[in-house]
C-alpha cells in the first residue's frame, strides 16, 4: 500500500492578509509623508518670497523715501507684492524713531500671507539714516 503525500507549499491565507496589510501601511504612511513635504517646500518658498519682498521694500525706501517717511506713519506696499506670493497677501511698514539716535529712522516691515485658515507672516527690521542702510 502506498501513500500519497501532499507535498504542496505555498502561503495560507492569513499570511497573504498580513501582508497585504503591511503593504498597504506602507504606502498609507509614505503617501502622509509627501503630503506633509511638499507642505512644508510650498510653505518654506512663500517665506523666501515674503523675505525678498521685505528687502527690496526697504532698498526702495532707504534708496528715494527717506525725507518722506514719518514716525508713526505706515506705509502700505500690498500692491508692489510679487504674485507668487496668495492672494490676500498684504506688506506694511511701520516706521519709528529709536531713542538716542539722531537722523536715524527704524523700520519694521512686515509681509502676511494667507495659507488655509491660518495667516502666516515675517517680519523685518531695519535701522536706515539719510546716508543710507545703517544696520
Known amino acids: 500500500m502506498t501513500t500519497k503525500r501532499n507535498n504542496i507549499q505555498g502561503f ?3 499570511e497573504i492578509l498580513v501582508v497585504i496589510f503591511m503593504f498597504s501601511t506602507a504606502i498609507i ?16 518658498q ?12 526697504v532698498e526702495y525706501l532707504r534708496n528715494g523715501k527717506y525725507s518722506t517717511l514719518s514716525a508713526g506713519t505706515p506705509v502700505n506696499f ?7 506670493l496668495p492672494s490676500g497677501s ?7 524713531i529709536p531713542t538716542g539716535m539722531t537722523g536715524i529712522k527704524r ?29
Not at 504612511?29 to 518654506?44: E, P
Not at 512663500?46 to 521694500?57: E, F
Open 29 to 44: 504612511t509614505l503617501s502622509s509623508l509627501f503630503s506633509y513635504i511638499q507642505y512644508a517646500q510650498r510653505d518654506v
Open 78 to 84: 500690498t500692491s508692489s507684492l510679487p504674485t507668487t
Open 90 to 96: 498684504s506688506g506694511v511698514v511701520t516706521v519709528s
Open 12 to 14: 495560507t491565507i492569513v
Open 107 to 135: 523700520l519694521d516691515v512686515r509681509v502676511e500671507w494667507p495659507v488655509g485658515n491660518v495667516t502666516k507672516s515675517t517680519t523685518l527690521t531695519a535701522l536706515i539714516g539719510a546716508s543710507g542702510l545703517t544696520e
Open 46 to 57: 512663500y517665506l523666501d518670497i515674503a523675505s525678498r519682498a521685505a528687502r527690496a521694500q
